[in-house]
């Protein structure tokens, strides 16, 4: 008896190391997967963007031009949702940050997420988030405020005859039906980031 308890100890033994050893090597295994294939980026310190600290000074910033990029927020259910700036100017392959502000003003939990869309149809392959509230689902308690930050790029490439830009993001309650983009904007497109 006493031997077979042990032989039952030995391999409870194993099958927790090796449990341990599986959960220890899931994160790297996340971060090449998600890196291969382009989605969930973690957060902006994880890549070399350009303009941050660690990347290499960015040749790529075409100063000769200036787009405008303005901001708008559409909410579908009770809560408030709003950019906290109207637009901002930025140079194609300069990295720029916004933040849209959320409330959630009903006296229950929800869970919500954004859609985004943009307008002129053709920018939205040529801009690029690296970071946004949109990439996630979140969930609310009653009355809480959150600020989320929006981290993008705008390709160089973008057509010379767009100057001005409108990101559009329509904010909704998971588990509702999903709500049609504005008429103004188009969704994006396969070609782009979402």
Same mark, same amino acid.
């Given at each position: 008896m006493?031997?077979?308890?042990?032989?039952?100890?030995g391999?409870?033994?194993? @099958?927790?190391?090796?449990?341990?050893?599986?959960?220890?090597?899931?994160?790297?295994?996340?971060?090449?997967?998600? *890196?291969?294939? /382009?989605?969930?980026?973690? !957060?902006? /310190? *994880?890549?070399? @963007?350009?303009?941050?600290?660690?990347?290499?000074?960015?040749t790529?910033? +075409?100063?000769?031009?200036?787009?405008?990029? $303005?901001? #708008? !927020?559409?909410?579908? /259910?009770p809560?408030?949702?709003?950019p906290?700036?109207?637009s901002?100017?930025v140079?194609?392959?300069?990295?720029?940050? @916004?933040?849209? *502000?959320?409330?959630?003003? =009903? +006296?229950?939990r929800? !869970?919500? =997420?954004?859609?985004?869309?943009?307008?002129?149809?053709? !920018?939205?392959?040529?801009?690029?988030?690296? $970071?946004?509230?949109?990439?996630?689902?979140y969930?609310? *308690?009653?009355?809480?405020?959150? =600020?989320?930050?929006?981290?993008?790029v705008? +390709?160089?490439?973008?057509?010379? #005859?767009?100057?001005?830009?409108?990101?559009?993001?329509t904010?909704?309650?998971?588990?509702?039906?999903?709500p049609?983009?504005? =008429?103004?904007?188009a969704?994006?497109?396969?070609?782009?980031?979402?």
């Amino acid at each position: 008896m006493a031997g077979e308890n042990r032989r039952m100890v030995g391999k409870l033994a194993v @099958v927790a190391a090796g449990m341990f050893a599986f959960g220890y090597a899931l994160i790297p295994i996340y971060r090449h997967v998600c *890196e291969a294939l /382009g989605i969930n980026i973690l !957060a902006v /310190g *994880e890549r070399q @963007v350009p303009g941050s600290s660690s990347a290499k000074p960015n040749t790529q910033v +075409d100063t000769s031009r200036t787009i405008t990029v $303005e901001f #708008d !927020a559409n909410a579908r /259910g009770p809560w408030h949702f709003k950019p906290a700036q109207a637009s901002i100017r930025v140079h194609p392959g300069e990295l720029a940050t @916004v933040v849209y *502000e959320f409330q959630n003003v =009903q +006296d229950r939990r929800m !869970a919500a =997420q954004a859609i985004p869309s943009y307008a002129p149809r053709n !920018a939205a392959a040529h801009f690029n988030k690296l $970071e946004c509230f949109c990439f996630n689902q979140y969930t609310l *308690e009653p009355g809480e405020k959150k =600020q989320w930050p929006v981290a993008f790029v705008i +390709d160089p490439r973008l057509p010379k #005859d767009v100057t001005t830009i409108t990101l559009s993001y329509t904010f909704f309650e998971v588990g509702g039906k999903t709500p049609p983009a504005p =008429q103004a904007v188009a969704p994006l497109g396969a070609g782009g980031r979402g």
